[in-house]
């Protein structure tokens, strides 16, 4: 009979598991660093950590009561009111995703392969929801008129000047998105260094327009707002329900995850959880330019 030794070969230990928290770690950075890098991209310098459920109000221009000015020496100065306006409301609320890897999966492709792959999937669509939401908040915007019809340089050019008249006391930067196939089209002709954050290509005008390219964007149309318009609001995960859960964060607070298996089922699981918002304030401060199609018709 064979003499049993110890510690036994293949033994299941504490690095076995490491391995586990080392995945979440690296996952949870990889993607605040790309979050962070994104909204430095778009130019936000606002950012609001809320508890799960706070609502957001979306305004429109507020309303000025303004009194009249010419007050003689000496008497009060009467009041004149601003009264902002909400058009809309935005909650923010803890998104929680799970998946599991298979013993099958990790005994076909390895541990890391296996788990690395699926996990890689999971975050880029948690990264597509977040730009998701962006993009359906600012299709909302108001409809103007190209200055020159049937080109994508025309829109950008008037989203720029629009935007100036709109933020016209504010020194802005102008945000646009922009399907890639019209980008593709109205620079076929030309060099453009293309630069990418957060899944989304996005290069720079000589007015210092922003232009971010997506598939989310419907082609013929663009969107854009001022940057300083735009805000971030987040829950934040390094909060005491992420540790309960042993979560790890990163260190911007956008996203928690854990690692962990579950022997019932011979899987390996992950488990994250994020509520990311981004914004505009202000939905006056968002239009929407045709490319190629007629003018669109004045109001009254």
Do not use: C
């Not at 409301?89 to 099958?104: A, D, F």
């Not at 964060?249 to 995850?257: H, N, P, S, V």
């Amino acid at each position: 009979m064979a003499t049993r030794t110890f510690p036994e070969t293949n033994q299941q230990d504490t690095l076995n598991f490491q391995a586990l928290e080392a995945k979440s770690i690296d996952y949870t950075s990889r993607f605040g660093q790309n979050f962070s890098k994104f909204v430095e991209a778009l130019g936000i310098t606002r950012q609001i950590p809320v508890q799960d459920g706070f609502t957001i109000k979306l305004y429109g221009a507020p309303e000025v009561d303004l009194a009249d000015g010419n007050v003689p020496e000496g008497e009060l100065i009467p009041l004149s009111k601003v009264t902002p306006v909400a058009v809309d409301t935005k909650e923010i609320t803890l998104n929680k995703y799970r998946k599991v890897t298979t013993m099958e999966a990790i005994q076909k492709y390895g541990a890391n392969e296996a788990v690395n792959i699926t996990d890689d999937a999971l975050i880029k669509e948690v990264q597509k929801n977040i730009r998701a939401n962006l993009f359906d908040t600012i299709k909302g915007g108001q409809a103007v008129n190209n200055l020159r019809v049937g080109t994508l340089q025309g829109a950008l050019a008037t989203a720029w000047g629009q935007l100036e008249t709109v933020f016209e006391d504010d020194t802005v930067r102008v945000v646009a998105f922009v399907n890639p196939l019209d980008v593709a089209q109205a620079n076929a002709d030309k060099e453009l260094t293309l630069e990418t954050q957060f899944g989304l290509n996005y290069y720079t005008t000589a007015t210092g327009t922003v232009v971010f390219t997506s598939t989310q964007i419907e082609r013929g149309t663009i969107y854009a707002t001022a940057a300083e318009n735009l805000q971030v609001a987040y829950i934040a995960s390094n909060s005491e329900a992420y540790r309960a859960f042993n979560m790890t964060t990163d260190q911007f607070g956008y996203i928690g995850m854990v690692h962990d298996t579950t022997a019932e089922a011979l899987v390996v699981q992950t488990v994250l959880a994020s509520g990311v918002e981004i914004y505009p304030e202000r939905l006056d401060g968002v239009i929407k330019i045709a490319i190629g199609e007629a003018e669109v018709t004045p109001e009254g």
